[in-house]
T-cell receptor, first 114, second 112 residues
Framework: AQSVAQPEDQVNVAEGNPLTVKCTYS??????LFWYVQYPNRGLQFLLK??????LVKGSYGFEAEFNKSQTSFHLKKPSALVSDSALYFC????????????FGKGTTLSVSS | SQTIHQWPATLVQPVGSPLSLECTVE??????LYWYRQAAGRGLQLLFY??????ISSEVPQNLSASRPQDRQFILSSKKLLLSDSGFYLC???????????FGSGTRLTVV
């Protein structure tokens, strides 16, 4: 079965510093990987995805992620964090069996302090 | 353009009462549809998915059921709610060959 792991419940960074939110995956076949962000009591907003091609994927709001096949990782990064980036971040993998549903990690709360 | 509507936004229901949450998609045909639940602001659990009218697959045994009476309509139901059914419910859709997934704005269900 496909799965993703987000090893950190919370990540704290100071505004202006780089941030990394970690994600590792376990899939059979080619991984289709996604990052979403959720603000309180809101739906999920798409940030970026990796399907194929360049290992460095650029997405919305200045975020990027690097696909690393040997380490089975897809970490989310941003060079300079903003207070407004504070939210809950989800990594997800597409399940090729379950109607192509997304299978999510447990989420990582990002807190950016001013 | 494609949009997804989910309602109601919030719902407070007594234990033992029935439930019906509705999700509709516009601007596409034959979407894959999904229901997720998020408990206590954490991980998203896939509850049901549907690849066509009348085709429902359940990922976890529970007190809930789903139906797809029309191509772009997905309904989450319960005959008798439990306290443990409280949570944030999200509907989503994806298109055939489309690697994008769009989520509704969610329903906050509180069972009291």
């Amino acid at each position: 079965a496909q799965s993703v792991a987000q090893p950190e419940d919370q990540v704290n960074v100071a505004e202006g510093n780089p941030l990394t939110v970690k994600c590792t995956y376990s899939v059979s076949g080619n991984p289709y990987l996604f990052w979403y962000v959720q603000y309180p009591n809101r739906g999920l907003q798409f940030l970026l995805k990796y399907i194929t091609g360049d290992n460095l994927v650029k997405g919305s709001y200045g975020f990027e992620a690097e696909f690393n096949k040997s380490q089975t990782s897809f970490h989310l990064k941003k060079p300079s964090a903003l207070v407004s980036d504070s939210a809950l971040y989800f990594c997800a993998v597409r399940d090729h069996q379950a109607g192509t549903a997304l299978i999510f990690g447990k989420g990582t709360t990002l807190s950016v302090s001013s | 353009s494609q949009t997804i509507h989910q309602w109601p936004a919030t719902l407070v229901q007594p234990v033992g009462s029935p439930l019906s949450l509705e999700c509709t998609v516009e601007g596409t045909s034959n979407p894959n549809l999904y229901w997720y639940r998020q408990a206590a602001g954490r991980g998203l659990q896939l509850l049901f998915y549907s690849v066509g009218i009348g085709q429902i697959s359940s990922e976890v045994p529970q007190n809930l059921s789903a139906s797809r009476p029309q191509d772009r309509q997905f309904i989450l139901s319960s005959k008798k709610l439990l306290l443990s059914d409280s949570g944030f419910y999200l509907c989503a859709w994806s298109g055939l060959g489309n690697y994008g997934y769009t989520f509704g704005s969610g329903t906050r269900l509180t069972v009291v």
